[in-house]
Structure formats: structure tokens, C-alpha cells
T-cell receptor, first 116, second 114 residues
Framework: DTEVTQTPKHLVMGMTNKKSLKCEQH?????MYWYKQKAKKPPELMFV???????INESVPSRFSPECPNSSLLNLHLHALQPEDSALYLC???????????????FGDGTRLSIL | DAKTTQPNSMESNEEEPVHLPCNHS???????IHWYRQLPSQGPEYVIH???SNVNNRMASLAIAEDRKSSTLILHRATLRDAAVYYC???????????????FGQGTILTVHP
């Protein structure tokens, strides 16, 4: 069982909908990450939060809006997505993004998102 | 960013050792070598990491070449559960825009036959 919990596991939405993906961890980790993974491709980093502050934005379109309300929670708000945004969205956490660089990242099993 | 090169796919038989190679000829002195794997329908899972010396843990062993331009992940006795995509990743601690990031390459698809 993964220690990073992502909900929902599956999401189907129209291009005009607004929805949110949720990620939760209770390992005391202070860095949290969003990745996007297209079918048969490797994960690609989208955002990094370190101590609840946005540390890295990999030039992600503004229709994806991350939020870190506290150290255990990470959200990804979705609005006006395109069909090409259909993918597996993975959340990960680690002890720290900078100070403890070689601590592993723990991944959730992802939310499979389909845009109609 | 330093790149890694892995074979697209490899096959093994159950209970036999598996050696998964990775080339990283442009590795810098501050790059750690990380391995993750991704089982079907799951998120990636950390396997092992190292800098210069060979490393062992309960999941696998990591053999790093003396010049650090290549490494090999060793699964000592493959099981059906080891069938996954294995990613070799360089994680930079040396500053710059790639600092601390995990940048996944294409990985190696490992098939384990009963």
C-alpha cells in the first residue's frame, strides 16, 4: 500500500468543467510534487512545493493551478482543460526538496484523468 | 541536464539474476544515480541510489563503474512481481536549474517469464 494517497483514482471531465485532484501524506514530508504521465511515457515534473511554498513550476499552463494548504495536503485545481491534458497525474513527497536531496520520493498511484 | 541511456526492453526468467544497464557518460561529480521502477497501474517506486561506491539494499544492488559513466542495477533473483519499467535517473546536487529534480528517461521494460 502506498503512503501517498491520491483521490479520485479516475476522473472524467468536460473541457468547461472545474475539478480538483487531491494528494495526502502523513509521513511528515515537507516537499511535495506533481507529475504528469502520458501513456507509455515517463513521468514529467510539473510543480514542486517545499515547506508549503511553490518552489518549481515547470512552465505549466495556467489551467493547472496547484495549492498546498498545509504540509500534508497538495491539491491540483483544473479548469478549462484540453483533450491533450488526458494523462495520469502523480503526486509524490519527500522529506525535503533541497536539504536532504537523496531521500527518495514516495509516489501515489495517481489519478487517471480523461478530458472529453 | 546529464542524460541516461537504457535499453528499451529486457527479458528474464523467474529466479534468475537480472542486470539492468544504464549509460550516463555526461555525469558530473555532483550527480547521484537513482533507480526507480514503476509496476503496471502504480506510481514509481524508489529502488536504490548511489554516488561512487556499490550499494546494496533489500530490493537490489547497484554497481557503479569506476569512471561513473555507467551503472548496473542487479536484481539477484527475479520474481514475476519484478516485471516493471525501470528508470535510471541522475539527480543533481550541484546547483543550477536541475537542482534536486528527478528527470525520468524512457526506462527499460523488464519482462519476467515464469
Amino acid at each position: 500500500d502506498t503512503e501517498v494517497t491520491q483521490t479520485p483514482k479516475h476522473l472524467v471531465m468536460g473541457m468547461t468543467n472545474k475539478k480538483s485532484l487531491k494528494c495526502e501524506q502523513h509521513m511528515g514530508h515537507r516537499a511535495m510534487y506533481w507529475y504528469k504521465q502520458k501513456a507509455k511515457k515517463p513521468p514529467e515534473l510539473m510543480f514542486v512545493y517545499s515547506y508549503e511554498k511553490l518552489s518549481i513550476n515547470e512552465s505549466v499552463p495556467s489551467r493547472f493551478s496547484p495549492e498546498c494548504p498545509n504540509s500534508s495536503l497538495l491539491n491540483l485545481h483544473l479548469h478549462a482543460l484540453q483533450p491533450e491534458d488526458s494523462a495520469l497525474y502523480l503526486c509524490a513527497s519527500s522529506q525535503d526538496h533541497i536539504q536532504v536531496l537523496n531521500q527518495p520520493q514516495h509516489f501515489g498511484d495517481g489519478t487517471r484523468l480523461s478530458i472529453l | 541536464d546529464a542524460k541516461t541511456t537504457q535499453p528499451n526492453s529486457m527479458e528474464s526468467n523467474e529466479e534468475e539474476p537480472v542486470h539492468l544497464p544504464c549509460n550516463h557518460s555526461t555525469i558530473s561529480g555532483t550527480d547521484y544515480i537513482h533507480w526507480y521502477r514503476q509496476l503496471p497501474s502504480q506510481g514509481p517506486e524508489y529502488v536504490i541510489h548511489g554516488l561512487t561506491s556499490n550499494v546494496n539494499n533489500r530490493m537490489a544492488s547497484l554497481a557503479i563503474a569506476e569512471d561513473r559513466k555507467s551503472s548496473t542495477l542487479i536484481l539477484h533473483r527475479a520474481t514475476l512481481r519484478d516485471a516493471a519499467v525501470y528508470y535510471c535517473i541522475l539527480r543533481s546536487v550541484g546547483g543550477g536549474t536541475s537542482y534536486g529534480k528527478l528527470t525520468f528517461g524512457q526506462g527499460t521494460i523488464l519482462t519476467v517469464h515464469p
